[in-house]
């Protein structure tokens, strides 16, 4: 969708929230908090989630890298140094969802006081999407059989309802982005109606998530079509996020996101801000300007044909 704004610093600023960022409490991540809201503050984006990985797979690198206290000191202390300039910073926690490990994520989840919790699938250690099986995996194989592994993974992360928003629901497309291209994704929509039905009916909220335009599929996670039609379907709740590993990576490609929820007739965030109740869902409005430029025709009062 070219007329959606390209990732930049003047279309990634000005927006009310970046509600995915690793710090270097994440074992893949190497950047320090305050520099992340010192971004923030740069960029004109009030609210800020670290979401740092924690992984349960006791052979997956973010099982043992972090406690929870120390992750929660580290983003409670940083949301007390900030807070005069304006900065709100939520403690939050990316979850590597996998079903077998429910149990566990359940408890840990009802243990530990969260502001926001994303549930994603990644590639673990034995999944057949790693760089040494993917080519394997793919061989002889339809799309179906090839991505069915993950939507499931994806499809009970969902239904688990253990979570405030679901991250990259297509993540898999940059493990199989020199196999399978991004368009065959597009070719099957009817792969994500599942997935897009199980948020709607759970009051899940998708995540569209921007470190797919910066990496081999080039488009979100998942793409604007997919977004539309979760609308369509009835999807009230959407959050956005950079998933910054990188301080260059802050807030990238954030205003295409923002642009895509508008476009998709999206005009608030869902967000939840208090530790310990699930229910203390606040929504985050979309900036004026952003709803107003993209808003989809139809919703301006033109006629859609
Ligand atoms: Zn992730
Ligand atoms: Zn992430």
Redesign the pocket.
Known sequence: MTWLPAPGPEADRDLPLDA???TNL?PDSDVPIDVYCAAAVARGIPEIAI?D?VDFDPHAPAHSFATFAAREREVRDAAARWADRGLHVRFGI?VSYESQREAEIREHLARNPYDFA?G?VHVMPLSPYTGARVAGWVAGRTFDEIVAPYFAEVQAAIRSELFDTI??LDYVKKYLAAHVPPSAFAARPDVYEPLLRALVETGTALEV?A?GLRQPPGETYPPPPVVARFRALGGLRVTA?S?A?RAGSFAYGLGHVYATLAAAGFESLAFRRRAGDPRAGVSVDMPDRVRERFRAPNERGHPSL
């Open positions: 995915h960022l690793h994440s979401t990985h990316e994303i994603s991250g990259h998530n470190s996020g998933d590993h």
